[in-house]
Structures are given as C-alpha cells and as structure tokens.
C-alpha cells in the first residue's frame, strides 16, 4: 500500500532539479502547496498506462522502470528512472491520460505534482519552461533511439545495446539485482527464451558473466561493436 507524507515533508529543498532553481517566491509557494510526497514499494505503480493523469511526477530516490504495455505477456521496456527524473510530463500540455506505465523496482519515494500547477509555472517562468521542454525533449529523443533499434537491428544487437544502457545506468546504484530475465528481454523487445540464450552465448565467448540475477560485462567494447553492428 502506498503510503502518503503530507506536502511540507516533500520540500523543494530537497528536489535536486535544475528547473526547480528558477522558480520565484510566490512560485515555490505554488509548486509547494500543490504536492505530495507519496512511498511507493515495490512492484507498485507510479503512474498506469491509460489511467486519467492528474499529477506530474518527481522522483526524489529509488529505482522504476518505464515501459509500454503490449498484449498480456509482452511488454516494451523504454527506461529507468532514478532519483532526479521526472515522470508524466506530456500530462502538462493537455495530455488527460499517461502515455506510459511505471512500476518501482524497489521502494521509490516521488512527489506528485498537480499538473494544473506545472502547467501554471511552464506559463509563468520561461526559464522553468525551457528546462521542463528540454527533458521532455530527451525523453522523445531516447524513445526514437529505442524504436530505431527495434527496427534495424537483429537479436544479439538489441540485446547487447539493452545490456549497455543498463550498464551505464548503474551510477551509484546496481540495477541488474532489481530486473528479472523478462525485464531484460521487454528493454531488448525479444521474448524471454530468446534473451535467456544469447546471453549464455555473450557468456560463453567472454563479454559477460552471470551471477544469479546480477550480470557483469567483461568486454564492454565488444558488446559496443555488436551493438554497433546490429
């Protein structure tokens, strides 16, 4: 169950983002009476695909996954999200459902933002606007890098760059003791089977080595040229 802290336990002193920075006064006051800090466990969801989007999402500290819902056993991984990212943005520019679901990992702690704030602030503050357009605008462009790759590269290729990213994103924190052998398939958009195999394979010719869930890569740059390669 979810577990709700009133709004001054979720001060803006302690949201490390850059847009935040910008705000004025009368601003802060505005973005502060106008969330909640809320403790998700794991495997709760932050936001569900569909669902109507009232909150702009801020995530303070913790471990989710971003991911497109497919059929019943198939879904589509797109990102990890850390403490510092930001979750729901597209619901500030009249989007009135979310485009995409997010579950933690392990316990996440977020504060939820009432988009009719943001929307207020976007309006208000260009400096503000302009930080919250940018990250907006990299969310896309890592959607377009991951639909490029479902298109144009095979198998090991997809599985390789999946590993990478996943790699680099353990700063500070490991990642891969938090994802199962499907979550890593759903990043590489193959079936479970398919990833179960090829990393065997990638652990037989040396570019990694399997630790129960934890996986380490000893040739980085050879997955880089797989990856490479497609």
Known sequence: MKTFIPPDDCSLGNIDAPCFRNLLPEEIDLARNSKTRVIFRKGENLTKQGAFASSVLFIMDGLAKQYVEGDATRNFNLRLLKGGEFVGLSVAFNNHTYQYSVVALRETTACLIEKE???SLIKANGAFAFNIINRYCEQNNKLYNSIRDLMYKQMNGRLAGALLYLWNEQVGTEVFPYLSRKDIADFAGLSTE???????????????????????????AGLEQINLRG
Not at 205 to 212: C, N, T, V
């Open 117 to 119: 704030a943001v929307t």
């Open 194 to 220: 398919s990833t179960v195999k090829l990393l065997k394979t990638f652990e037989k010719e040396g570019l990694i080595s399997l630790e129960d869930k934890n996986i380490r890569l000893n040739d980085v």
